[in-house]
């Protein structure tokens, strides 16, 4: 058992794993991007309010922990940062997959939608943050899983491997 506790504790991000998260969410931004432009077996993934929010915490972690590896007198906070994005794209995520299994509970046209379309920023990047899809529309699975199962997944281990690394003391 000792052995293990001096692995657990003495294991902090360095700046390179920072900078791989980083670029890890902003992949999975780009091949969401990449579904909605190319699509995938012959059907555009169109985003809807709920992938749009995704993006957003992919994005929020990217950010953060680019931020963490680039500025270490406030690493602790940027890391903190990207645990609670990775934590609110995990929420979003499972809402998302909860719809996909209860499709009756969804009304068609999503009223987040409208609101998100109005964002300046949705305007500026409509090709990244305009919400076009419906939230429970079924697209064709990807290795057995459909975006959103793929997307929990990743904020799962994204936030699993950011709230074990915040808690670990430095080495000293």
Same mark, same amino acid.
């Given at each position: 058992m000792k052995g293990f506790e001096s692995f657990s504790y003495h294991l902090p991000m360095t700046r390179s794993q920072y900078l791989y998260f980083s670029l890890l969410s902003l992949g999975l931004v780009v091949f969401a991007v990449v579904l909605q432009q190319v699509g995938y077996q012959g059907v555009? !993934? #169109?985003? &809807?309010? #709920?992938c749009i929010l995704q993006r957003v915490a992919y994005l929020g972690i990217a950010i953060f922990c !680019?931020?963490? *590896?680039? *500025?270490?007198?406030?690493?602790? #906070?940027f890391h903190g940062l990207a645990a609670l994005s990775a934590a609110y794209g %995990?929420?979003?995520?499972v809402?998302?997959?909860?719809l996909l299994s209860?499709?009756?509970?969804? &009304?068609?046209?999503?009223? %987040?939608?409208?609101w998100i379309n109005q964002f300046q920023l949705a305007q500026g990047l409509p090709w990244l943050l305009k919400a076009d899809? %419906? &939230?429970?529309?079924?697209l064709p699975a990807i290795l057995g899983l459909q975006v959103p199962e793929w997307s929990l997944l990743w904020f799962a281990v994204? #936030?699993?491997v950011l709230l074990i690394t915040f808690f670990r003391k430095p080495k000293t």
């Open positions: 555009s !993934f #169109l985003p &809807c309010p #709920l !680019f931020l963490a *590896a680039s *500025a270490s007198p406030i690493r602790k #906070l %995990l929420s979003v995520a809402h998302q997959v909860w209860h499709p009756e509970s969804s &009304c068609g046209i999503d009223p %987040l939608e409208v899809g %419906l &939230c429970s529309a079924k994204l #936030l699993l």
